[in-house]
C-alpha cells in the first residue's frame, strides 16, 4: 500500500479526499508546454493553467534565456526601496506598450 502523500497528511486533507473522489489527486512532477506529467509518467493537456502558464506555458526557452542572463548579473532580484536597474527596464518597457496617459509602474504580487 502507497503511503500518504505529505499534501494530504499535513496541508489539507479534506480538499485531498474532495481530489481524489474526482481523480485530481494527480502528483505532477513535470511540465512542459501545455502539459503536465504525473509520477507515473502520464502526460495531460493542462487547460486550467494557473499560476503564469496560461500566456507562456511551461518553461518556455525563450523566458529561461532572460532568467539565466538576468542570473549572471547577480543584482538583487528586488529589494524595496532601492532602485534597481531591471525593475526600472521592465517599467520602461510596459509604459511603452501601455495606453497613452499611462506614465508609472506600481510592482505588487499576490499569495491567491
Known amino acids: 500500500m502507497e503511503e500518504e502523500h505529505k499534501w494530504l497528511k499535513y496541508i489539507n486533507p479534506v480538499l485531498g479526499g474532495l481530489m481524489s473522489a474526482i481523480k485530481l489527486d494527480k502528483r505532477y512532477v513535470r511540465a512542459e508546454g501545455c502539459y503536465m ?3 507515473e509518467g ?3 493537456l493542462d487547460f486550467l493553467a494557473g499560476y503564469g502558464a496560461i500566456p507562456f506555458g511551461y518553461h518556455p526557452k525563450e ?5 539565466h542572463q538576468v542570473e549572471e548579473l547577480q543584482e538583487p532580484t528586488f529589494s524595496i ?5 531591471a ?6 518597457a510596459l509604459v511603452n506598450i501601455c495606453p497613452k496617459g ?4 506600481c510592482y505588487t504580487h499576490s499569495n491567491g
Do not use: N, T
Open 37 to 39: 506529467f504525473d509520477h
Open 42 to 44: 502520464v502526460r495531460y
Open 102 to 105: 499611462m506614465h508609472f509602474i
Open 63 to 67: 523566458l529561461w534565456e532572460v532568467f
Open 81 to 85: 526601496p532601492s532602485l534597481l536597474e
Open 87 to 92: 525593475a526600472g527596464d521592465l517599467a520602461e
